[in-house]
């Protein structure tokens, strides 16, 4: 398992993956995410699954704590490169070109960067870096469910001579 895939894992706790849009509003509005851990309500990969805002039959029966959005921005190229391959995968490459996995049945959606913005920060300052990273990020974002990624790189290479 990459390195990327560990930290994913231990900062997202009950969730695993990149957030569907679903996922991402519950954490912006409420700094928690449902989860039905047992499958009690039948909706234990509620935030797994394509958001369906359409459905609203069960609603699992606890909330946890997730007041930080992991999401994947990608531009109008990408996403355009993605829906007209026809394919159900992505690659998910380092700034080297090397595959680091295989992304499976993807869901995108629009990065709504101002209200991400206000809703964890409270104002909108495009001189604050962590506001700046946010805005310089695509207009689109990729959610995936990690279960669902073929990791082929299981380790890290500093090349800052680290």
């Known amino acids: 398992m990459s390195t990327g895939c560990r930290l994913l894992r231990k900062v997202g706790g009950a969730f695993e993956g990149f957030m569907r849009e679903g996922t991402l509003l519950q954490t912006m509005h409420f700094n928690s995410i449902l989860v039905d851990p047992y499958n009690l309500t039948g909706t234990k990969m509620i935030n797994e699954v394509q958001t369906n805002f359409l459905d609203f039959k069960s609603v699992p029966p606890k909330r946890v704590s997730m007041s930080v959005p992991i ?92």
């Open 71 to 162: 999401i994947l921005p990608i531009t109008a190229y990408t996403k355009a490169a993605i829906e007209s391959s026809g394919k159900k995968a992505v690659a998910l490459v380092n700034k080297f070109g090397h595959t680091m996995a295989i992304l499976r049945n993807p869901e995108i959606y629009l990065n709504r960067k101002e209200e991400i913005v206000s809703r964890l920060f409270g104002v909108i300052d495009r001189g604050h870096p962590y506001i700046a990273h946010i805005y310089d990020g695509g207009d689109w974002l990729l959610a995936v469910r990690s279960s669902c990624w073929s990791v082929f790189d299981t380790t890290m290479a500093w090349t800052s001579g680290v």
